[in-house]
């Protein structure tokens, strides 16, 4: 897929307020300080689509994009360890979980993690709602630049043997790096089969 144009379209305090579900959506997410806006912005191809922070928590609203004039890429809040109130953090969490669930046009989450970290409980906690709730998504591990290949690798099949606990089959997951455009191709890939998906009714 080639992105020949991105448009800011609206932000919304929660899924009642985003745009007219005219379109197939994807959304990205993930914990606060997890490169989302770089990966954005990598994924889009453009500089400042998604705006980039060394905060954590940057993102409070959800942010719609179109791309292509045929998708949408909606940019959610972090949740985590973003230092604000504990009662923000729940706020934001609701957000989301309200906007994966009623959001009609939603085809796939792509909830990124940190490939730098160990399994998180949060991180674990919100995989598991969103398999309860038998949601789409897939992995998208962040900042492989940071790490040689074999510690990407390891911590990929550290991340995957604790989600066997849990998963069978095991979800989708992606490696990326926004500095390198790793990953790039894969989840362009992703959204391209499921914009066919839509387009064949």
């Not at 579900?21 to 914990?31: D, L, T």
């Not at 923000?88 to 939603?106: C, F, P, T």
């Amino acid at each position: 897929m080639i992105i020949k144009s991105a448009a800011f379209v609206k932000s919304a305090t929660n899924w009642r307020g985003c745009p007219e579900a005219s379109y197939p959506e994807y959304a990205f997410f993930g914990r606060s300080n997890v490169g989302k806006s770089s990966l954005l912005n990598m994924l889009t191809s453009t500089r400042n689509l998604a705006k980039t922070s060394s905060t954590p928590g940057k993102t409070r609203l959800i942010n719609h994009f179109l791309i292509n004039d045929a998708w949408y890429l909606a940019d959610l809040p972090g949740y985590g360890f973003a230092k604000v109130p504990v009662a923000v953090k729940k706020k934001w969490e609701q957000i989301i979980k309200d906007y994966l669930i009623n959001r009609e046009n939603l085809f796939c989450s792509f909830i990124l993690i940190d490939i730098r970290h160990e399994p998180l409980k949060n991180d674990l906690d919100f995989l598991g709602w969103i398999g309860l709730n038998q949601l789409p998504f897939c992995l998208v591990f962040t900042k492989a630049d940071k790490l040689s290949v074999a510690r990407v690798n390891a911590s990929i099949e550290k991340y995957m043997k604790v989600l066997s606990d849990e998963w069978e089959p095991l979800p989708q997951a992606i490696v990326s790096s926004s500095k390198t455009g790793l990953g790039r191709d894969e989840i362009l890939r992703i959204i391209s089969s499921c914009n066919e998906q839509y387009r064949q009714g």
